[in-house]
């Protein structure tokens, strides 16, 4: 018994002699103040280099070590990571020396594109596909990269709309290939949609994530929810199909979620409102009759339009604002074919954009909307040249910056003839233009 007492003591003071060996009560183990460069959430694009640099102490008679995933790259304070590969990489950096070690572990992931922006193309109806290309910034321009990441693959027949939700991109064709998704990783397709519920094989036209498991596809026959995971549509959306419930009254357009719900237009009827939880019908009635849309603007409020009005949907209370345009001018939305809105709302400042057609149903301006102050819809904000036409959703707004990226062809209608042009989102100037010639059909400016 004494013997075990004496052992006890003995383990016990050797116990706390271990714990007063710490980098805070022994200068000499190496601390790592921290690693230059290596951020929470780090991303970067194949091609690029990053240098980590570790802050360490002390330096004296440390040794150093590098590894990626589990393989030993460098025995220097920094190391320079130029990835060749798309994917999750870890990186961890180790400090020893005789009197003990430390070490910080990170994650980086590598995409195939990093920043800029995407613009979706419907493609030349009976002869092509649609498309996507790559803009990592407005004067480069990467074509088609959908069909260089999947050889053999295509979008749908007139691809109007795309959205990136959960760690990929979701793109929306009428016909054909209606929903597809590509990994943000890389862009490869991440399989086919299966129309599972009765109705939602109908035209495509937007899409919206509720969360990392479903989300909702509205189509040219009401909107259904999908399964994310197995990528087929699972319920309809009752009532989605409007009052008509058939042909050009079950049309459903733009979709968002936010809040505790998700709103869908129905082209003829205006905003029907579900529940998140459950997918049920909120209000038998339509919240307003808006068939344009949605944008949010930066204090979270959700707007529609009907042309001549705009509507502020608040997500949380439902209630809704209605505020009458100027005499004469109407937010544009194509009357013989859905496309996306000309229709945006900036995210550094609490302010819309919109496009209203001229003679002729030339769109040609953008509009500015402080919100509040009608004033500001005095004259347009922003127009492009004499040849140069708003096509599709027309532009939208950079997150980050503020400007506009606008897509223009050289007739109402649409030809060859592309040019890219960038608009100060404070003063309308034209900041950049970038032409170029083939018969794609811009539809929507897609943020990265």
């Given at each position: 018994m004494k013997r075990f007492f004496y052992t006890m003591i003995l383990a016990a003071a050797l116990a706390v002699g271990f714990m007063s060996c710490s980098k805070e009560d022994d200068p000499d183990i190496p601390a790592i103040a921290g690693i230059e460069n290596a951020e929470d959430n780090l991303s970067m694009a194949v091609g690029e280099s990053i240098t980590f640099t570790a802050s360490v102490t002390p330096t004296e008679q440390t040794e150093y070590q590098w590894r990626l995933d589990g393989q030993e790259v460098s025995t220097e304070l920094a190391y320079t990571f130029a990835p060749k590969q798309t994917g999750e990489y870890i990186l961890k950096f180790t400090a020893t020396n005789v009197s003990g070690t430390d070490s910080r572990e990170?994650?980086?992931?590598?995409?195939?594109?990093?920043?800029?922006?995407?613009?979706?193309?419907?493609?030349?109806?009976?002869?092509?596909?649609?498309?996507?290309?790559?803009?990592?910034?407005?004067?480069?321009?990467?074509?088609?990269?959908?069909?260089?990441?999947?050889?053999g693959k295509e979008l749908g027949n007139t691809t109007e709309f795309g959205t990136k939700w959960n760690g990929n991109y979701y793109f929306v064709s009428k016909q054909d290939r209606t929903l597809v998704k590509a990994s943000a990783t890389d862009f490869v397709d991440?399989?086919?949609?299966?129309?599972?519920?009765?109705?939602s094989d109908a035209d495509g036209r937007s899409f919206a994530g509720i969360d990392e498991n479903y989300g909702v596809y509205t189509?040219?026959?009401?909107?259904?929810?999908?399964?994310?995971?197995?990528?087929?549509?699972v319920s309809y959306l009752e009532g989605s199909r409007g009052v008509g419930s058939t042909g050009m009254s079950a049309q459903c357009g733009g979709a968002i979620t936010?809040?505790?719900?998700?709103?869908?237009?129905?082209?003829?009827?205006?905003v029907y409102v579900y529940s998140k939880a459950d997918r049920s019908l909120v209000r038998s009635e339509v919240l307003c009759p808006a068939h344009i849309g949605f944008v949010q603007s930066k204090d979270g409020n959700i707007w529609a339009s009907d042309g001549p009005s705009l509507y502020c949907i608040n997500?949380?209370?439902?209630?809704?604002?209605?505020?009458?345009?100027?005499?004469?001018?109407?937010?544009?939305?194509?009357?013989?074919?859905?496309?996306?809105?000309?229709?945006?709302a900036s995210a550094t400042e609490n302010v819309l954009y919109f496009a209203s057609a001229g003679d002729n149903y030339a769109v040609q301006n953008i509009y500015r909307y402080q919100i509040g102050d009608a004033s500001s819809l005095a004259q347009p904000f922003a127009t492009g040249g004499a040849n140069d036409y708003l096509y599709g959703g027309g532009f939208r707004v950079d997150p980050v910056s503020g400007d506009l990226v606008a897509t223009f062809v050289g007739v109402s209608w649409g030809d060859d003839q592309n040019k890219l042009v960038v608009f100060d989102g404070k003063t309308g100037a034209e900041k950049s233009r970038l032409e170029y010639q083939e018969y794609l059909f811009p539809t929507m400016v897609l943020f990265n």
């Open positions: 990170f994650t980086v992931s590598v995409v195939l594109y990093k920043g800029g922006f995407f613009v979706i193309n419907e493609g030349s109806f009976g002869r092509t596909m649609g498309s996507v290309d790559y803009f990592a910034d407005a004067s480069t321009r990467t074509p088609h990269v959908y069909q260089t990441a999947n050889p991440g399989g086919e949609y299966s129309a599972a519920v009765a109705g189509t040219s026959n009401g909107a259904y929810v999908v399964d994310l995971n197995t990528f087929k549509s936010a809040g505790d719900y998700i709103f869908v237009i129905n082209v003829k009827d205006g997500p949380k209370t439902l209630a809704v604002t209605k505020t009458d345009l100027p005499d004469g001018l109407e937010v544009y939305s194509d009357q013989w074919a859905w496309k996306p809105a000309m229709f945006d």
